[in-house]
C-alpha cells in the first residue's frame, strides 16, 4: 500500500508552523526528508510525527542542539521513510518504548549540561591565563617603570639635598658673619663707653681742686676788702682766710 506524501505546505499546516521552520529544522539537525522524481520535499506521516515531537520539544524548552543529540546519538523517536533495501532491516529493529522517552531526554539534557559546564570551565581557564598574562606584563612594566623613575627621582633628590646643603651652609656663615658683627660692635661700644667714663671721672677729680682755688681767692680777696674796712674803722683783730684752711 503505497503511502500518503503531503507537501512542504500542507505538513506545516498541519503542524501549524512556517514552511521555513520544516526546512530550518531539517538543515540543523540533519534530517532525511525523502524527495520525489521532480527533487522537491514530500512529507510522510512518519515525517510529520517526527517534526511534530521536534516542535514539541522545542515547546518544553530544549534547545536544537540537545534535540540533535537525542535523534543521533539515541534511538530516532520516529524513522523517515525506509529505501526498499532497508525496509526488513526497519522491521526487525525494535521501536522506543514512550516510557523510555522521558529517560532519554533526562540524559540528552545531562549531557548537554556536562558540555556546557565543561564549555564554561575551558572558558574560565582561558579568561584566568589571560588574566595572568596580562597581570604579568603590568607588572613587568611598572617595575621597568618604577626602576626608571627612581633613578629620575634620585638625581633629582641629589640635586635638591645638595641645593639645600649649600643654602643652610651659606645661611649658617651669615648668621656666624652677623653674631660677630654684633659682638665687635658690642666690644666697641663697651670700650668707648669705658673710656668716657674715666674721662668724667678725670673731670671730677680735677673740678674740686679748682673750685677750691677760686673759693679761696674770693676769700682772700673778701678778707682783704673787710681787713681795709675794719682797719679805717678801728678793728684789726680778724683771722687770715689762709690759717682758716684755704
Not at 525496509?87 to 533526562?106: D, L, S, W
Not at 641629589?158 to 643652610?168: A, F, H, I, S
Amino acid at each position: 500500500m503505497e503511502k500518503v506524501r503531503y507537501t512542504i505546505s500542507d505538513a506545516a499546516q498541519m503542524m501549524d508552523v512556517e514552511s521555513h521552520a520544516l526546512r530550518y529544522w531539517e538543515e540543523e539537525l540533519d534530517l532525511s526528508v525523502p524527495r520525489n522524481e521532480q527533487g522537491h520535499r514530500y512529507y510522510t506521516k512518519e515525517n510529520i510525527e517526527q517534526f511534530q515531537k521536534i516542535k514539541d520539544l522545542k515547546e518544553k524548552g530544549y534547545q536544537l542542539k540537545a534535540i540533535k543529540m537525542l535523534l543521533h546519538e539515541e534511538q530516532p523517536l520516529l524513522e523517515t521513510e525506509p529505501q526498499p533495501k532497508e525496509k526488513a532491516k526497519a522491521k526487525e529493529k525494535p521501536q522506543v518504548p514512550a516510557a523510555t522517552a522521558q529517560p532519554q531526554m533526562a540524559q540528552v539534557t545531562q549531557i548537554t549540561k556536562q558540555r556546557a559546564q565543561s564549555s564554561k570551565t575551558g572558558a574560565d581557564e582561558k579568561m584566568e591565563q589571560f588574566q595572568n598574562l596580562m597581570t604579568g606584563i603590568v607588572k613587568r612594566a611598572i617595575e621597568e617603570n618604577n626602576q626608571a623613575l627612581g633613578l629620575a627621582v634620585g638625581e633629582q633628590v641629589g640635586e635638591r639635598v645638595l641645593k639645600e646643603m649649600n643654602y643652610l651652609a651659606r645661611e649658617q656663615e651669615e648668621q656666624a658673619e652677623e653674631r660677630y658683627r654684633r659682638l665687635d660692635e658690642a666690644i666697641r661700644q663697651h670700650h668707648k663707653s669705658k673710656k668716657l667714663f674715666h674721662k668724667k671721672s678725670k673731670d671730677k677729680a680735677v673740678l674740686p681742686k679748682t673750685t677750691r682755688a677760686i673759693v679761696c681767692s674770693f676769700k682772700y680777696v673778701w678778707y682783704q676788702i673787710i681787713t681795709y674796712l675794719r682797719f679805717c674803722s678801728g678793728q684789726s683783730h680778724l683771722q687770715h682766710p689762709v690759717q682758716q684752711g684755704c
